[in-house]
């Protein structure tokens, strides 16, 4: 397993270019030879043109930027890759979630690491495209390549990502009635996620939701479970808990957690 250090963002573009040694230390991605041929492959394809630095690097798996220049000429068109690590000690945790998962039976094999990669980033994608269709706002998926998932990018032109709602400063005079906008938005969301997705989240706070101009994204769905998985509604419990003690902080007078699960579920 050779891990080496490549600028992606110059493999195609402008092969050789020097930049300044910060530019540098951001762009340079740490991926190994498998990663690398997945995303050189996709520059081929024409489905990406550069692929950028991180996002975010979490436990589980690193966010990148990229962009699509289409050969028409059109506007350049921005792409967000995850890329799900493969180290052994992260998906241990995992477990509880791929275990009475009927859509994962068959390919659930606890000992081959690489395939259970696989299996979570391909749980991740075809979650995302039940939200999508659902029209539930996300970002919406559109290649999956072994560990490796490119999505619509949930941001600005300029490439700035939109903040988690942790990190979404809210203006104006009517602030209170926003949060109190959004804390109902979101049990919609939950709602509409359980009854026609059936899906439970099952990591939904304010670090899994991203926002922008009073809308809420719901993100990171690899973990999420079909709502007749035998924990879902432990999970729902637990994601209801989650986001009643956010908006509660923020100042909402949020409903009884009983009262949510009830109206989720019913
Ligand atoms: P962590 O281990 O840090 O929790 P994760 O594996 O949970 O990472 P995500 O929560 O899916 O991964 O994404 C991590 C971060 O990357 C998000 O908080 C968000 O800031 C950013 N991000 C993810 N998807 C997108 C997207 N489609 N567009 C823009 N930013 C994104
Ligand atoms: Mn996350």
Redesign the pocket.
Known sequence: KHAAKIRLDTVKQDHGREKDKADRATSELVLDQRTRMILLQMINRGLLSEVHGA??T????N?YGAVLFPTDESAPVQR?I?IYKTAILVFKDRERYITGEHRFKAGADKGNNRKMVKLWAEKEFRNLRRLHAAGIAC?EPLVLKLHVLV?????DRRGY??P?LRDARLTGEDVEDQWRNLYIQLLGIMRRLYQVCSLVHADLSE??I?YNDKQLYI??VSQSVEHDHPRALEFLRMDIKNISGYFRREGVNILAERAVFNFITA
């Open positions: 996002i975010s979490g436990k589980e798996a966010v967000a995850k970002p999505m619509e990018f949930l941001g990502a939109f988690r670090y899994n991203l993100i990171d």
